[in-house]
């Protein structure tokens, strides 16, 4: 299962402010912390590994430019690179880029121990049928699941990663939820 783990933010900041000044350790810091985050963010829709290395590549010379020129993050600087993430994977695929079927197969959750209801739903049905409600969700849907349920994010980080509100990713796995329970035919 692709994982996305993320760094403390009092660190981010820290970091941050270093790179904002110059600092090269900084900078490779970030790099260091961040790659795989993003790049596995990336691989969730490209199925081609050196291709998801490029794009991950791609958007680490945006944050340096950015730097470079002045107009580096100020705040939430893993805010900013999985927007500019969203946006490079935007320009390559176009906004229609749903999850690719592994990146799908892999995020269903398998344990029967969760009490989770939506987890419980997810787990009761057959996971292929699971897989194809899930590619009739919209995009935002799908990743909203994927970030709440596979990677156990909370609602705020998954807000964060994909630059919308609180609200709006609340609103947004609800829809899903109910989307998927009633083409699973769960009440």
Do not use: C
Not at 85 to 101: I, M, P, S, W
Not at 103 to 108: G, H, K, N, R, T
Not at 169 to 177: N, W
Request: proline share 3%; charged share 30%; no cysteine.
């Amino acid at each position: 299962m692709i994982v996305i783990v993320l760094p403390d933010i009092a660190e981010e900041d820290h970091l941050m402010m270093r790179a904002r000044r110059g600092d090269k350790e900084a900078m490779r810091a970030i790099y260091q912390r961040y790659f795989s985050p993003v790049y596995n963010f990336i691989r969730l829709r490209v199925d081609d590994g050196p291709q998801a290395d490029d794009l991950t590549s791609e958007v680490f010379v945006k944050l340096i430019t950015a730097f470079h020129a002045g107009k580096a993050p100020r705040q939430s600087l893993r805010g900013w690179l999985f927007r500019v993430a969203r946006n490079v994977l935007y320009d390559h695929f176009g906004g229609g880029q749903k999850y690719t079927e592994e990146a799908l197969e892999e995020w269903v959750p398998a344990s029967q121990e969760d009490s989770d209801p939506e987890i419980r739903l997810l787990q009761l049905a057959d996971s292929r049928r699971v897989r194809q409600a899930i590619e009739r969700l919209s995009t935002d849907q799908q990743e909203v699941l994927v970030l709440r349920f596979a990677q156990g994010l909370s609602v705020e980080e998954t807000a964060d990663l994909m630059g919308k509100n609180v609200n709006t990713v609340k609103s947004l796995q609800f829809r899903a939820v109910n989307g998927l329970r009633k083409m699973l035919g769960s009440n």
